[in-house]
């Protein structure tokens, strides 16, 4: 054997022991079939969301011989919401009756859908119309009885002042208040709103048990999904004709502990709000990792609402992944030691391709060379461990030279 072959040899040795430890820490692995392009795009199933970290630094791909990693970037489609304030002048002002005007325009040809308010009163009921114009003499009709009101005591502050409406493209916006006092305009927005809601997905629900609790005057609604997921809006949807306000908490379940009294169930409060009849009664999750929901409704003395239907939405997670060399890949998880990884690839996103080819993977499998070490470490002090490494360091340079001296 040539002096060449020994040397190659002792490498590879120390290349597979290195590439086993790289993946001996991960408990799943996924194959990722039909990777022929150098970019792809890999969507995280549902059901891995359990597995993995609460912040997802625990995947990685790596080739299947070579065990060469494979750098990528994670990617949330989450519903966004982004808005873009237009300038406006008040050109007039002016009542007839028991209506009040306000003529608003437009300093830029711009796209518009919503007009906050803001009133100097802090209790009112009113309803009002909105027309759009290009000229001030045609005007048109785009909302009519829309009802806007604020609430102020000791026990509430609340208002519902912002006016929505369809996508509208004028020059001129007429406000129509109708009144049994002077509306006191202190201030106004007006906004090009975009939400990007379609990108979410509607998340499937293994069970939803709603209940009264008459003494504490709650109503509780217990949502159990089918996979643990990041959950990041959920809509009510309530039947009674009459109106209501009320302070509602959605939680999502962290632990649970079991006493001589049962069992006691930890929620963490994602979400704070009102439901109203004004509004659309949708609460953001901000991507909360979740099993178990709780909603729970402050009636007070009022009767309870009627809840028809509670919908829960999910982001989409993927991966662009780069695959440099020709090989079969696989997508590890699982591994509670890992720390987030760092890539190149994440300081040139913008020379990523547009259009990238979508690959699927293979069913979930266990890591077969997964090792579950839980006992402690065997030495706790670091020198130790530096001084077992210059051992093993002497012991491998040893053999390397007499393999190279046969």
């Known amino acids: 054997m040539t002096i060449k072959n020994k040397i190659f040899r002792v490498f590879l040795l120390l290349l597979s022991f290195s590439s086993f430890a790289q993946t001996e820490d991960f408990k799943f692995k996924r194959k990722i079939e039909n990777t022929t392009e150098t970019w792809h795009k890999i969507i995280l199933p549902e059901s891995d969301f359990s597995k993995l970290k609460s912040d997802f630094s625990d995947i990685r791909i790596f080739e299947s011989k070579s065990k060469t990693e494979a750098p990528y ?67 048109f009709s785009i909302l009519k009885n829309y009802r806007i009101l604020a609430i102020k005591n000791n026990q509430t502050d609340y208002q519902f002042t912002q006016v929505d409406f369809p996508d509208s493209k004028y020059k001129f916006y007429r406000l129509k208040i109708k009144a049994n006092e002077q ?13 990007n809601a379609e990108n979410l997905k509607i998340s499937a629900i293994k069970s939803i048990k709603k209940a ?85 409704i402050e009636n007070e003395n009022n009767q309870p609402l009627e809840i028809n239907s509670v919908t829960v939405k999910n982001p989409i997670y993927y991966l662009l992944a780069r695959f440099t060399k020709k090989g079969n890949y696989d997508l590890f998880y699982g591994n509670n030691k890992a720390s987030r990884s760092s890539y190149d690839i994440e300081n040139f996103q913008e020379n990523i391709p547009k259009n990238i080819t979508e690959v699927t993977l293979s069913k979930e499998e266990i890591n077969p060379d997964f090792k579950n070490v839980t006992q402690s470490p065997l030495f706790e002090n670091k020198i130790w461990l530096w001084a077992l490494m210059g051992i093993i360091i002497v012991i491998i340079g040893y053999f390397s030279v007499k393999m190279l001296r046969e």
């Open 183 to 195: 509306p006191k305009l202190s201030g106004a927005k007006i906004w090009q709103q975009k939400n």
């Open 212 to 296: 009264i609790d008459s003494k504490q005057k709650l109503s509780i609604i217990d949502i159990e999904l089918v996979n643990k997921i990041p959950v990041s809006q959920l809509n009510i949807e309530v039947t009674s004709s009459f109106d209501y306000y009320r302070p509602l908490k959605i939680g999502v379940l962290k632990d649970s502990i079991q006493n001589e009294k049962g069992w006691h169930f930890n929620y963490e409060i994602v979400s704070q709000e009102t439901l109203s009849s004004l509004d659309k009664n949708s609460f953001s999750l901000g991507n909360s990792l979740a099993k178990k929901l709780r909603i729970t």
């Open 73 to 139: 970037i994670l990617k949330c489609s989450a519903g966004r919401i982004s808005q873009v304030e237009i300038p406006f002048q008040m050109i007039n002002v002016s009542n007839k009756n028991s209506e009040y005007f306000y003529t608003f325009e437009l300093s830029e040809n711009k796209q518009i859908n919503q007009i906050k308010l803001d009133f100097e009163q802090h209790n009112f009921d009113w309803k009002i119309d909105l027309e759009a114009s290009n000229n001030q003499s045609e005007w």
